[in-house]
């Protein structure tokens, strides 16, 4: 997987260089780089059709947002269905015959000896998990289209925001911009990162891990109790759900102090877990514990990648264009972007 994010990043970067001294809306851009990668992770040798899937699934999020909510009756809306229902329902049709295409395609390859499995890429686990001899543990074909809305979520829509509010906060605080750019030339000089390398990015993984903080990908987390636990003096029943506010805990100046609001790297020196002096647990961006997002070092891994070639080639400054207007689409989204100027370094 780590090529293939490297290959997209100098992909975007290349385009970049027509850009120099120039406003460019990196937010954009991250959506590419970020649709790419999953397309090429995901899917291998079936890119392009993976990439025509996660187009349908981004159109079938913006539908779903749009109409979140709006009030339905329950019978009457199944009778009478809007233009954005009718829209929707097409749409994940047609993304359920991609998948039984893509399938079929990689079955009759296994079977005719063209092909020695189903693939070494993300759809050719699941697709291998779909043919298990074991009837409990094989995936259908709805759970491995479920399985791959989860992955564009955590591969696509989390990455693209992190990247974007990132550059925003590197290019407000060119201090620490600074000592990204040393720490990277320092680890990997002018070379590409690597697996062995992304974890020595200690400064970088501070200001990835600050930025989680001050804009999480979600505003809430749901969870569903399983047992009637006792949370203090609440007694919460089972099988009901709890919002947890996952914003407003981590902007929270009793477990983060006065300077909550601000961007501080720093406290994430000693590591997560001494980020805070009162509560390990204040700091959700993926959730905790074994309901915590799957695809979480798959999108930290992403954004690092990124985040190195960008520094490489380019310093930033905020172009006087940007307006600051963070808004809750999937994830929390610059609503009119994140426009820098570019300089070479």
């Known amino acids: 997987m780590i090529p293939s ?22 937010f954009e851009h991250f959506k590419v780089y970020t649709l790419d990668v999953i397309s090429h992770t995901a899917f291998g040798s079936s890119y392009e059709q993976g990439r025509s899937f996660f187009q349908m699934l981004q159109r079938v999020c913006e539908l779903s947002v749009r109409n979140g ?19 929707g329902e097409r749409l994940e049709k047609r993304m359920r015959e991609c998948f039984i295409e893509i399938i079929r395609t990689r079955e009759e390859k296994l079977m005719n000896g063209e092909a ?3 693939g070494n890429d993300f759809l ?50 060119r201090e620490w911009q600074e000592e990204a750019r040393k720490e990277v030339f320092k680890v990997l000089g002018d070379k590409n990162p690597t697996m062995e390398s992304l974890p020595k990015l200690r400064t970088m993984n501070m200001i990835i891990n600050e930025c989680l903080r001050l804009y999480p990908p979600a505003m809430t987390l749901s969870r569903q109790v399983q047992k009637e636990t006792r949370l203090g003096s609440l007694v919460l029943p089972s099988r009901i759900r709890v919002l947890i506010p996952t914003l407003a805990v981590q902007h929270n100046t009793e477990l983060w102090g006065e300077d ?56 930033f400054t905020l172009s006087p264009s940007y307006s600051h207007s963070p808004i809750q689409f999937l994830t929390i989204n610059p609503q009119h972007g994140v426009q820098l100027i570019l300089h070479p370094v």
């Open 5 to 26: 994010m490297i290959e997209c990043a100098e992909t975007m970067v290349e385009e970049w260089k027509h850009h120099i001294d120039k406003e460019l809306d990196v």
């Open 69 to 87: 909510y709006k009030v339905r009756l329950p019978i009457i809306s199944k009778i009478f269905k809007s233009k954005d229902d009718v829209e």
């Open 116 to 118: 020695e499995g189903y």
């Open 124 to 173: 050719g686990l699941l697709v291998k998990a779909k043919n298990e001899p074991e009837k409990a543990q094989r995936l259908s074909v709805d759970d491995i289209v479920d399985e791959c809305k989860t992955f564009y979520f955590a591969g696509h829509e989390t990455t693209n925001a992190l990247l974007a509010w990132t550059m925003f906060l590197l290019a407000l605080h």
């Open 260 to 315: 909550a609001d601000v961007f501080k790297p720093e406290r994430f020196a000693e590591g997560v877990g001494k980020a805070t002096e009162t509560n390990s647990g204040a700091y959700l961006p993926f959730g905790l514990g074994p309901r915590s997002c799957v695809g979480m070092n798959f999108a930290l891994n992403e954004a690092k990648i990124a985040l190195s070639i960008i520094l490489q080639r380019f310093s």
